[in-house]
């Protein structure tokens, strides 16, 4: 029994390798016809997308279950789903809406907006952590900090004032719009 775990024939150990090429070749020829978006980290969409090929991937090269046409198939399926919804968040912004999250201001001018931060599920550590990270030697050098739609911590700082536009489609929270978290 445990070399059937440990070991394997010529024959399964061949129509791995081979599976393995022809996905492989099939994942950069679907990346090449629906664009390099299908593996950025932009939103949670995209994320799913990347864990879903790498998911059908691994399981279509260990396994003969599914089956090597199969799995070009539906790897055929992702990449066209998630070409036609890039397409639908291009045009119909609330397909956008549903589909991602929007990005929030955690800090603004020095200050921290703790509900933005809440909602981020972070802690206050968290935070200062990321600015340690990102070489903020005094909170009053933050402009701003941005929780990203992808999970990351965005610190901009600086001496330069911050231009608007970067905070355009963040979302301020309701301590921002009133004032607090030094926004008015």
Known sequence: MWQQWILSGWAEL????????????????????AGLR?????SAFDFAMTLAIGSLFGTAIA??????????????????????LAGLRRRWPRVEAVLDNRPLLLMYQGEVIEPQLRRAQMRREDLLAKLRA???????????????????????HGEQP?????????????????GQGGMS
């Open 14 to 33: 061949a129509l791995a390798w081979v599976s393995l090429a022809v996905l492989y070749v099939a994942i950069i020829a679907y990346t090449r016809l």
């Open 134 to 156: 990102s070489n903020v030697r005094s909170l009053e050098q933050v402009q701003a900090v941005v929780f990203e739609t992808t999970g990351e911590v965005t610190v901009l």
């Open 63 to 84: 396994n003969p279950d599914p089956s090597l046409l199969l799995a070009l198939g539906a790897l055929a399926g992702l990449f066209a789903g998630q070409w036609l």
């Open 162 to 178: 911050l231009d608007p536009r970067l905070l355009e489609g963040v979302e301020r929270g309701a301590a921002a719009r009133t």
């Open 38 to 42: 299908s593996f950025s980290k932009i």
